[in-house]
DNA sequence: CCCTTTATGCGTACCACATACGCAAAACTC
DNA sequence: GAGTTTTGCGTATGTGGTACGCATAAAGGG
């Protein structure tokens, strides 16, 4: 069996209240002490389980998506838009997540999401680099939009971001119609 | 004539002295003090001028970008992919810029590069709120894409945005053809 | 010229936070 | 139970934002 004192917490545990004060008070309001305090423990245990503030931060950022949904049938153009649409609700269910400097290495749940938009285009005819591009380049627009998601700022984000979806999924559409 | 000590400084040389300590040293070696040894100013000298630190952010984050390019001649479509470059550019000059948290009461700079980009559109069919959707949407993913600028993680960054661009010029040629 | 008025310069002080360090506490092995 | 190992966490240090209040300088009036 394992040697030493049982962690009465782990990285999860710390994460997970960490998302929850973010959600309920704002990015602002995660410190280690507070999180710490919504776990009962003291700020300096956590630092047993997480290596700063910063890696939290990352682990944090990684998991605020909760699992990509399964895309419905039809075809490319319905599912991507299902998609993008889902990438902006997600990030609505957390407005700090685009406040979260940036943390190049993406972890599993971002890669699942980016999994999900590649399989928006299977069936068209598009190279690898294409489609990984295409749903990149979604991605950052959706995200970029999501920004726009502070409360009180929302006003017209709909029907922009319809609009910018609208624009793109043609211009996917004519790369796609350009190479057959 | 006005009373009392005269300034030494104002608010421009602060944001100026700030942008310069941002460029050199990144954004999070912006603090009060840092930029008032910059200014040869004690610290709280700057509580003169700006009323916090976040006020400071708003007025880097307008004047970071300088005054946007004329457009070249030439159909709307090179245009706006030369204005969509020069904002990609611009960027790119100031790093730290998308790491700036939001501060959506937007100045007169980013105004005039709003009004350039509107400008790539003249002589289009488009609706003015089509013109303007056009140009949010394609400066939101410039913004975006401008979040990898990261020192080090712009590989393949060039060749990302030429082809999200490509894409999103694609969308906005098919919207106007499907319109005449 | 001195005195009053008015605006700026800035030292001091306080609070919030991240985090290094080291010892105390707990759990397992023998 | 003694030794070993790992976690819990109090203490202390450094950094950063900023409220407060007095010192300081500039201009106007007598």
């Known amino acids: 069996m394992k040697r030493g004192r049982k962690p009465a917490i782990d990285a999860a545990d710390i994460t997970r209240a960490a998302i929850a004060v973010a959600d309920a008070e704002g990015l602002a309001a995660v410190s280690m002490a507070r999180v710490a305090q919504e776990l009962g423990n003291a700020t300096m245990a956590l630092y047993r389980h997480v290596k700063s503030k910063d890696e939290l931060l990352a682990l944090m950022s990684d998991s605020a998506m909760e699992d990509p949904p399964d895309l419905p049938e039809g075809d490319w153009r319905e599912r991507l838009r ?3 649409k889902a990438v902006l609700a997600g990030i609505g269910r957390h407005p700090w997540f685009p406040q979260v400097p940036i943390s190049p290495p ?3 749940h971002s890669l699942a999401w980016f999994d999900k938009g590649l ?3 299977d069936g068209t005819p598009l190279e690898p680099d294409e489609k990984a591009g295409v749903v ?3 991605m950052t627009y959706v995200h970029g939009e999501a920004r726009s998601l502070t409360p009180g700022y929302e006003d017209g984000l ?4 319809d609009f910018g979806l609208h624009l793109f999924l043609e211009g996917v559409a004519a790369h796609i119609g350009g190479r057959t």
């Open 106 to 108: 993406v972890g599993p």
């Open 82 to 84: 299902f998609w993008a």
């Open 158 to 161: 709909a029907a922009r971001f």
């Open 136 to 138: 990149l380049t979604l």
């Open 119 to 121: 399989g928006a285009l």
